[in-house]
């Protein structure tokens, strides 16, 4: 599975009527560092009238997403912010706009396409990476058996890799579907065939 994301952050700034917008665009490696960044934003101008924005996560069945228009009309500005994301097939992303209001109301058409192009602009300019996603194996061990088995995923070519040490260790490491057989093989062959991987579903 493939997906489309920013490779780094970018920032642009747009004026109508008086009122300015600030806009950012950010790489994302999950909803609660899309909300972080937001409450960010939110201190770095505290003093703004509106911080909308739209963010995605995920693939699938697995997909989170969230917009707010932040006390905007209905429908004006997160989702037309949220949209951006769609129309550039973009994922792992969030877009936020702040707003200072300018004394001159916008009415509900020029909202859309202000909080839009805002948005947009904060895209420009950034390369949009495609991102290929594993298949995730699961290798439960002791600890004597952790360094054998790590020793042999380090030598893959391993997209992600996560641990989580209790009473035994369980590890997970996210490889190229070309590779989840050889991974498997390895470390059932490391491990005297006491540790067999086994595909599992990406959380």
Known sequence: MKFQTVSKAGYAKYSIKGSRFFAEAHPIQSPDEAEAIINNVKKKYHDATHHCYGWRFGQGKNEAFRYSDDGEPSGTAGKPIFDITSKHRLSNVLLIVTRYFGGTKLGTGGLVRAYSSAAELSLEGIEILTVELGQMLEFKCTYEQH????????????????????????????????????????????????????????E
């Open 147 to 202: 360094p054998v088995i790590m020793r042999e995923i380090n030598r893959f070519p391993i997209i992600h890799i996560w641990q989580e040490f209790l009473e035994n260790v369980s590890i997970r490491a996210e490889v190229d579907e070309s590779y989840t057989d050889l991974l498997t093989e390895a470390v059932f062959s490391a491990t005297a065939g006491s540790v067999t991987g086994k595909l599992v579903d990406r």
